[in-house]
């Protein structure tokens, strides 16, 4: 069993830039896939990104890729969202979840660990 806390959220101006972080506890942590969600108000939650348990294989929705950045750091527990160009449709509640298998990283269900989440507004 993990616990997933993260933090790095805050208010933003279009255009900048945030790095939101998801620390784990327990010893099993590389045995997990990582994944990075969020819901804006009056919507579903949507998958953001995903990477394996070995951080050789990442995963982005459209919307996102060639500004996010996933990443992991196994010897820290922590996983890593770098989220550049930010833009007002990104504002959302950001969710860290973890699986230890999975057949769709982008499925809400598929996930079984999940944090608290952390607020990120972008202003324009």
């Known amino acids: 069993q993990i616990q997933l806390v993260e933090s790095g959220g805050g208010l933003v101006q279009a255009g900048g830039s945030l790095r939101l972080s998801c620390a784990a506890s327990g010893r099993t942590f590389i045995t997990y896939i990582m994944g990075w969600f969020r819901q804006a108000p009056g919507k579903e939650r949507e998958f953001v990104a995903a990477?394996?348990?070995?951080?050789?294989?990442?995963y982005y929705t459209n919307s996102v890729k060639g500004r996010f950045t996933i990443s992991r750091g196994n010897a820290k527990n922590t996983v890593y969202l770098q989220m550049n160009s930010l833009k007002p449709e990104d504002t959302a509640v950001y969710y860290c979840?973890?699986?230890?298998?999975?057949?769709?990283?982008?499925?809400?269900?598929?996930?079984?660990?999940w944090g608290q989440g952390t607020q990120v507004t972008v202003s324009s």
């Open positions: 990477i394996d348990r070995r951080g050789s294989m990442t």
């Open positions: 979840a973890a699986t230890a298998l999975i057949s769709d990283y982008t499925m809400v269900a598929e996930y079984d660990k």
